[in-house]
């Protein structure tokens, strides 16, 4: 916790009031300091390595934008495995979320990082046709920068897609989920409740 305290310190935290709109610094400065500061702790680790892989994921925010969230996996000084936050980028809605466009911010998002394709050797994704797709997908365009890339569709998310057909098969299932969303939903917006232990 200490170096998080010091990053949020470093990043000026601390001149936040409140999040009121009077602060000298608004939020999104903070958000974009707080996100250049990792990344750059990131891409020291990375400057040795010479083989990683991408997760990429797309999701929309409550603003209602459009992100792509990239995380990088690769083998740290221990020969341990790691997986890094690396980049969130905003898809605006004039480019539209197709391969082209996603295939070229991950590209962008390599070059600002100084992160060679050809180092590239695996590519994660949700298994969505925009990303999947065996000739215009976001992985075979990869591909075309650089044969050797591997793809995979995500552990996680076909875990979840899993989930989401044995709930539909099994009425235990979608009793269990049922209970547990009222339990959530029973705690979810009183303090009092969330307090009692």
Same mark, same amino acid.
């Given at each position: 916790t200490r170096g998080? *305290? @010091?990053l949020l310190e470093a990043s000026g935290v601390d001149e936040l009031k409140y999040f009121e709109h009077r602060s000298r610094r608004s939020v999104r400065e903070i958000l974009i300091t707080i996100e250049e500061t990792i990344r750059e /702790? *990131?891409?020291?680790r990375l400057q040795n390595v010479n083989a990683f892989g991408l997760l990429a994921d797309e999701s929309t925010d409550v603003a209602v934008m459009e992100q792509m969230i990239i995380f990088v996996k690769y083998f740290g000084e221990l020969c341990e495995a790691k997986t890094d936050f690396l980049a969130m980028t905003t898809i605006f809605k004039s480019d539209g979320a197709n391969a082209e466009v996603l %295939?070229?911010? *991950?590209?962008?998002?390599? @070059? @600002?990082? $100084?992160l060679l394709i050809l180092n590239l050797k695996s590519f994660v994704s949700d298994g969505a046709?925009?990303?999947t797709g065996k000739q215009n997908g976001v992985a075979a365009r990869l591909r075309r920068l650089n044969k050797l890339i591997l $793809?995979?569709?995500c552990i996680c998310h076909k875990l979840a897609l899993a989930c989401v057909d044995t709930e539909k098969e099994i009425g235990y299932i979608k009793e269990v989920? %049922? %209970? /547990? %969303?009222?339990a959530w939903k029973f705690f979810e917006n009183s303090p009092k409740r969330t307090n009692i232990q």
């Amino acid at each position: 916790t200490r170096g998080l *305290i @010091e990053l949020l310190e470093a990043s000026g935290v601390d001149e936040l009031k409140y999040f009121e709109h009077r602060s000298r610094r608004s939020v999104r400065e903070i958000l974009i300091t707080i996100e250049e500061t990792i990344r750059e /702790l *990131i891409l020291d680790r990375l400057q040795n390595v010479n083989a990683f892989g991408l997760l990429a994921d797309e999701s929309t925010d409550v603003a209602v934008m459009e992100q792509m969230i990239i995380f990088v996996k690769y083998f740290g000084e221990l020969c341990e495995a790691k997986t890094d936050f690396l980049a969130m980028t905003t898809i605006f809605k004039s480019d539209g979320a197709n391969a082209e466009v996603l %295939t070229n911010k *991950i590209v962008h998002v390599l @070059e @600002e990082c $100084s992160l060679l394709i050809l180092n590239l050797k695996s590519f994660v994704s949700d298994g969505a046709a925009v990303m999947t797709g065996k000739q215009n997908g976001v992985a075979a365009r990869l591909r075309r920068l650089n044969k050797l890339i591997l $793809s995979f569709h995500c552990i996680c998310h076909k875990l979840a897609l899993a989930c989401v057909d044995t709930e539909k098969e099994i009425g235990y299932i979608k009793e269990v989920a %049922t %209970t /547990l %969303t009222q339990a959530w939903k029973f705690f979810e917006n009183s303090p009092k409740r969330t307090n009692i232990q």
